[in-house]
T-cell receptor, first 114, second 116 residues
Framework: DVKVTQSSRYLVKRTGEKVFLECVQD?????MFWYRQDPGLGLRLIYF???????EKGDIPEGYSVSREKKERFSLILESASTNQTSMYLC?????????????FGPGTRLTVL | DQQVKQNSPSLSVQEGRISILNCDYTNSMFDYFLWYKKYPAEGPTFLIS?????DKNEDGRFTVFLNKSAKHLSLHIVPSQPGDSAVYFC???????????????FGKGTKLSVIP
């Protein structure tokens, strides 16, 4: 059973702080993704990665960076948090094995930036 | 420009009746479509998918229909149960189109409320 875990369920930070959101998957998946979910806007892709040390920008990468030093771990970094980054952040992973490549999501981190 | 559209933000259905959730797409390269279900404070969970070579896929109470010429898909839930109350996201990818990215494009979601 695939498990995707995120380091925190709820997080409160102050404007200007550096924020790290961690995601770990235990199924040896090649692909990992970071989304944010906002009311009325659905899920928007921030960054994704197909391999260790590899990253690609999604639709809304501004204000974010990522790190993938190990296959199982994908970190999202807010260099200087701002109030408009208050959101639900969702991590997902998937394999490139044909027929089983839908994305599995973690429980989400509700980030509030004051 | 929205490539995957769910035009109904919400839907209310009586328990036992059919729920029909709709999704339209604009990108002709999309060839694989998925539905995810999301409860509050949880991550989305995969529900059902369909490849563009099919026009219907069924899994228990859930059936997805694909009309490629209209670039339209729908999710039918029969019979609807109160536990089905959640936000449903439609997603699409260009899995077989050589993109090789397995990236999903999501709609904005439809909140389904099943009334007991």
């Amino acid at each position: 059973d695939v498990k995707v875990t995120q380091s925190s369920r709820y997080l409160v930070k102050r404007t200007g702080e550096k924020v790290f959101l961690e995601c770990v998957q235990d199924m040896d998946h090649e692909n990992m993704f970071w989304y944010r979910q906002d009311p009325g806007l659905g899920l928007r892709l921030i960054y994704f990665s197909y391999d260790v040390k590899m990253k690609e920008k999604g639709d809304i990468p501004e204000g974010y960076s990522v790190s993938r030093e190990k296959k199982e771990r994908f970190s999202l970094i807010l260099e200087s948090a701002s109030t408009n980054q208050t959101s639900m952040y969702l991590c997902a992973s998937s394999t490139q094995t044909s027929g089983r490549d839908w994305q599995f999501f973690g429980p989400g981190t509700r980030l509030t930036v004051l | 420009d929205q490539q995957v559209k769910q035009n109904s933000p919400s839907l209310s259905v009586q328990e036992g009746r059919i729920s029909i959730l709709n999704c339209d797409y604009t990108n002709s390269m999309f060839d694989y479509f998925l539905w995810y279900k999301k409860y509050p404070a949880e991550g989305p969970t995969f529900l059902i998918s369909i490849s563009s070579i099919k026009d219907k896929n069924e899994d228990g109470r859930f059936t997805v229909f694909l009309n490629k010429s209209a670039k339209h898909l729908s999710l039918h839930i029969v019979p609807s149960q109160p536990g089905d109350s959640a936000v449903y996201f439609c997603a699409a990818s260009a899995r077989y189109s050589g993109a090789g990215s397995y990236q999903l494009t999501f709609g904005k979601g439809t909140k389904l409320s099943v009334i007991p």
